[in-house]
Nanobody, 127 residues
Framework: QVQLEESGGGLVQAGGSLRLSCTAS????????MGWFRQAPGNERQFVAA????????RYSDSVKGRFTISRDNAKNTVYLQMNSLNPEDTAVYYC????????????????????WGQGTQVTVSS
Protein backbone atom coordinates (compact mmCIF):
# COMPACT_ATOMS: atom_id res chain seq x y z
CA GLN A 1 0.00 0.00 0.00
CA VAL A 2 1.19 3.49 -0.88
CA GLN A 3 -0.16 6.63 0.73
CA LEU A 4 0.07 9.87 -1.23
CA GLU A 5 -0.36 13.36 0.15
CA GLU A 6 -0.42 16.51 -1.95
CA SER A 7 0.45 20.00 -0.82
CA GLY A 8 1.19 23.38 -2.31
CA GLY A 9 -2.16 24.35 -3.76
CA GLY A 10 -3.69 27.75 -3.24
CA LEU A 11 -4.95 30.94 -4.85
CA VAL A 12 -2.79 32.69 -7.42
CA GLN A 13 -3.32 35.41 -9.98
CA ALA A 14 -3.20 34.70 -13.68
CA GLY A 15 0.38 34.58 -14.89
CA GLY A 16 1.64 33.40 -11.52
CA SER A 17 3.28 30.16 -10.44
CA LEU A 18 2.75 27.40 -7.92
CA ARG A 19 4.66 24.25 -7.06
CA LEU A 20 2.73 21.23 -5.96
CA SER A 21 4.34 18.44 -3.98
CA CYS A 22 3.23 14.87 -3.46
CA THR A 23 4.90 12.86 -0.74
CA ALA A 24 4.59 9.09 -0.70
CA SER A 25 4.86 6.66 2.16
CA UNK A 26 4.43 2.95 2.62
CA UNK A 27 6.40 1.35 -0.21
CA UNK A 28 9.53 1.90 -2.25
CA UNK A 29 8.72 5.13 -4.01
CA UNK A 30 11.36 4.68 -6.67
CA UNK A 31 9.51 1.62 -8.03
CA UNK A 32 6.46 3.68 -8.90
CA UNK A 33 5.55 5.63 -11.97
CA MET A 34 3.88 8.86 -10.90
CA GLY A 35 1.42 11.28 -12.40
CA TRP A 36 -0.65 14.38 -11.84
CA PHE A 37 -4.28 14.74 -12.82
CA ARG A 38 -6.78 17.51 -12.30
CA GLN A 39 -10.51 17.82 -12.05
CA ALA A 40 -12.54 20.99 -12.41
CA PRO A 41 -16.16 21.17 -11.23
CA GLY A 42 -18.45 19.33 -13.62
CA ASN A 43 -15.56 17.86 -15.57
CA GLU A 44 -13.90 14.48 -15.66
CA ARG A 45 -10.49 13.97 -14.14
CA GLN A 46 -7.92 14.72 -16.80
CA PHE A 47 -4.28 13.87 -17.26
CA VAL A 48 -1.76 16.64 -16.63
CA ALA A 49 1.73 15.14 -16.44
CA ALA A 50 3.55 11.90 -15.71
CA UNK A 51 7.05 10.72 -14.94
CA UNK A 52 8.80 7.35 -15.02
CA UNK A 53 10.18 5.71 -11.88
CA UNK A 54 13.76 6.63 -12.76
CA UNK A 55 15.56 8.12 -15.76
CA UNK A 56 13.14 11.04 -15.75
CA UNK A 57 10.99 10.20 -18.75
CA UNK A 58 8.05 12.60 -18.79
CA ARG A 59 4.87 13.32 -20.69
CA TYR A 60 2.47 16.26 -20.60
CA SER A 61 -0.98 17.10 -21.77
CA ASP A 62 -1.06 19.59 -24.62
CA SER A 63 -2.79 22.14 -22.43
CA VAL A 64 0.13 22.39 -19.99
CA LYS A 65 3.12 21.57 -22.18
CA GLY A 66 5.73 24.28 -21.93
CA ARG A 67 4.21 25.73 -18.76
CA PHE A 68 4.26 22.84 -16.27
CA THR A 69 7.18 20.64 -15.26
CA ILE A 70 6.97 17.35 -13.43
CA SER A 71 9.96 16.08 -11.48
CA ARG A 72 10.73 13.70 -8.66
CA ASP A 73 13.21 13.25 -5.86
CA ASN A 74 13.27 9.58 -4.98
CA ALA A 75 15.46 10.22 -1.94
CA LYS A 76 12.63 12.38 -0.54
CA ASN A 77 9.80 10.16 -1.80
CA THR A 78 8.35 13.22 -3.47
CA VAL A 79 7.09 14.18 -6.90
CA TYR A 80 6.63 17.81 -7.87
CA LEU A 81 4.58 19.78 -10.34
CA GLN A 82 5.96 23.20 -11.11
CA MET A 83 3.22 25.28 -12.69
CA ASN A 84 4.10 28.53 -14.44
CA SER A 85 2.08 31.02 -16.47
CA LEU A 86 -1.09 29.88 -14.79
CA ASN A 87 -4.44 30.90 -16.24
CA PRO A 88 -8.01 30.57 -14.94
CA GLU A 89 -8.52 27.42 -17.03
CA ASP A 90 -5.98 25.70 -14.78
CA THR A 91 -8.32 26.04 -11.80
CA ALA A 92 -9.06 22.56 -10.49
CA VAL A 93 -8.35 20.06 -7.76
CA TYR A 94 -4.99 18.49 -8.54
CA TYR A 95 -4.41 14.85 -7.70
CA CYS A 96 -1.22 12.89 -7.41
CA UNK A 97 -1.28 9.28 -8.60
CA UNK A 98 1.06 6.31 -8.44
CA UNK A 99 1.38 2.90 -10.02
CA UNK A 100 3.96 0.19 -9.65
CA UNK A 101 6.13 0.34 -12.72
CA UNK A 102 6.81 -2.72 -14.87
CA UNK A 103 9.82 -1.10 -16.50
CA UNK A 104 12.07 1.83 -15.66
CA UNK A 105 10.96 3.96 -18.60
CA UNK A 106 7.23 3.52 -18.09
CA UNK A 107 5.21 6.72 -18.24
CA UNK A 108 1.51 6.32 -17.50
CA UNK A 109 -1.02 8.79 -18.86
CA UNK A 110 -4.19 6.75 -18.35
CA UNK A 111 -6.33 7.36 -15.28
CA UNK A 112 -7.33 3.70 -15.07
CA UNK A 113 -3.76 2.42 -14.81
CA UNK A 114 -3.03 4.18 -11.53
CA UNK A 115 -3.60 2.27 -8.32
CA UNK A 116 -2.96 4.93 -5.72
CA TRP A 117 -4.33 8.45 -5.37
CA GLY A 118 -3.93 11.35 -3.04
CA GLN A 119 -6.78 13.38 -1.64
CA GLY A 120 -6.13 16.32 -3.93
CA THR A 121 -5.15 19.93 -3.48
CA GLN A 122 -7.13 22.91 -4.75
CA VAL A 123 -5.54 25.29 -7.23
CA THR A 124 -7.47 28.46 -8.00
CA VAL A 125 -6.27 30.97 -10.59
CA SER A 126 -7.94 34.35 -10.58
CA SER A 127 -8.16 36.55 -13.65
Amino acid sequence: QVQLEESGGGLVQAGGSLRLSCTASGRTFSNYAMGWFRQAPGNERQFVAAISEILGYTRYSDSVKGRFTISRDNAKNTVYLQMNSLNPEDTAVYYCAGAQATRMTLVITSFSEYNYWGQGTQVTVSS
